[in-house]
């Protein structure tokens, strides 16, 4: 059996996120005794996606894509496997109560465009339930080739031999840093007459976006993680966080990072809208190793 790995996703082709995925599937594969001549990345478009799958079965009999598969529009990866197989997408009950239990779950409300994960091939494929996420997979099987769909996930990588760790391997020891022993109940405010310097800019990448089309706020660390001069030199470690979220930035805004250092060691960051409106503040506290 000839294989093809699909990666689907713009993030990909601008080289914003990396593709362990096809890294993972290959080793796998190879392990199963299945060859794979090629691997192939297409971006969100579904004229391209479509002409990459038919280009692909003319050369493999199986093709495994990853992404494509959430709940917004730009997500068609299903969608054109089955214009390709000729079948009809019907709701699964069991695939949307089980997507309504991983929001319950996660304490979030389900939206509507999250309905169209629980969409599955009428004829000819077999569904993938999913328990760790809300996408399930999908196997379509006609005439002789097969398409598999799977989600993509965050996994754990170790830096120093680029492979993938299971979280059972993984040793976090070292990362303890003491009883947490302050709250605070106040809101963060960066002092007006503070003066900080302009230290870069972030664009807002659609790899960036939550489901309300807006940039998830779990990635605002990562960003101003990228302006404190200790952590790439491994001399200190994060050891208190305090955020401030006050306009939300939507996709295509550039958000610039403005930084100063208060006397007492920790870094205050302030994020700007295009349109000038405050963004973040956030105060970042350091421990040396």
Same mark, same amino acid.
Not at 170 to 179: F, K, L, P, R, S
């Given at each position: 059996?000839?294989?093809?790995?699909?990666?689907?996703?713009?993030?990909?082709?601008? =080289?914003?996120?990396?593709?362990?995925?096809?890294?993972?599937? &290959?080793?796998?594969?190879?392990?199963?005794?299945?060859?794979?001549?090629?691997?192939?990345?297409? =971006?969100?478009?579904?004229?391209?996606?479509?002409?990459?799958?038919? %280009?692909?079965?003319?050369?493999? *009999?199986?093709?495994?894509?990853?992404?494509?598969?959430?709940?917004?529009? *730009?997500?068609?990866?299903?969608?054109?496997?089955?214009?390709?197989?000729?079948?009809?997408?019907?709701?699964?009950?069991?695939?949307?109560?089980?997507?309504?239990?991983?929001?319950?779950?996660? =304490?979030?409300?389900?939206?509507?465009?999250?309905?169209?994960?629980?969409?599955?091939?009428?004829?000819?494929?077999?569904?993938?339930?999913?328990?760790?996420?809300?996408a399930p997979g999908i196997i379509i099987e006609k005439d002789g080739k097969t398409l598999v769909m799977v989600s993509?996930?965050?996994?754990?990588?170790?830096?120093?031999?680029?492979?993938?760790?299971?979280?059972?391997?993984?040793?976090?020891?070292?990362?303890?840093? =003491? !009883?947490?022993? $302050?709250?605070?109940?106040?809101?963060?405010?960066?002092?007006? *007459?503070? $003066?900080? !310097? $302009?230290?870069?800019?972030?664009?807002?990448?659609?790899?960036?976006?939550?489901?309300? /089309?807006?940039?998830?706020?779990?990635?605002?660390?990562?960003?101003?993680?990228?302006?404190?001069?200790?952590?790439?030199?491994?001399?200190?470690?994060?050891?208190?966080?305090?955020? %401030?979220?006050?306009? !939300?930035?939507?996709? /295509?805004?550039?958000?610039?990072?403005?930084?100063?250092k208060t006397e007492e060691g920790k870094y205050l960051f302030k994020t700007v809208k295009e349109?000038?409106?405050?963004?973040? &503040?956030? !105060?970042?506290?350091?421990?040396?190793?």
């Amino acid at each position: 059996m000839r294989a093809e790995i699909m990666a689907v996703g713009t993030e990909l082709l601008l =080289g914003d996120i990396l593709n362990t995925n096809a890294q993972f599937l &290959a080793q796998e594969l190879a392990n199963l005794g299945i060859e794979v001549y090629y691997q192939t990345v297409v =971006g969100d478009n579904p004229q391209r996606l479509k002409d990459t799958i038919y %280009h692909a079965f003319s050369r493999a *009999d199986l093709i495994i894509t990853t992404g494509g598969l959430g709940p917004t529009e *730009d997500d068609l990866t299903k969608e054109t496997a089955a214009e390709y197989f000729g079948v009809d997408l019907v709701l699964d009950e069991r695939a949307l109560g089980r997507i309504q239990k991983f929001f319950d779950r996660i =304490g979030r409300k389900m939206t509507d465009n999250n309905i169209k994960q629980a969409m599955v091939p009428a004829t000819n494929g077999i569904v993938l339930y999913n328990d760790n996420g809300s996408a399930p997979g999908i196997i379509i099987e006609k005439d002789g080739k097969t398409l598999v769909m799977v989600s993509s996930y965050w996994v754990l990588v170790d830096i120093e031999s680029r492979k993938l760790l299971k979280v059972d391997d993984v040793n976090i020891d070292n990362y303890y840093i =003491g !009883e947490f022993v $302050e709250l605070y109940k106040d809101k963060l405010k960066v002092p007006r *007459d503070l $003066e900080l !310097e $302009e230290v870069g800019k972030k664009e807002i990448m659609y790899c960036d976006l939550d489901t309300n /089309g807006h940039m998830n706020n779990t990635y605002y660390m990562d960003v101003i993680s990228n302006y404190i001069p200790e952590l790439p030199a491994g001399t200190h470690r994060i050891k208190s966080v305090r955020l %401030h979220y006050s306009k !939300e930035a939507p996709f /295509g805004d550039t958000i610039t990072i403005f930084r100063a250092k208060t006397e007492e060691g920790k870094y205050l960051f302030k994020t700007v809208k295009e349109n000038g409106e405050m963004n973040i &503040a956030c !105060e970042v506290g350091l421990i040396e190793l």
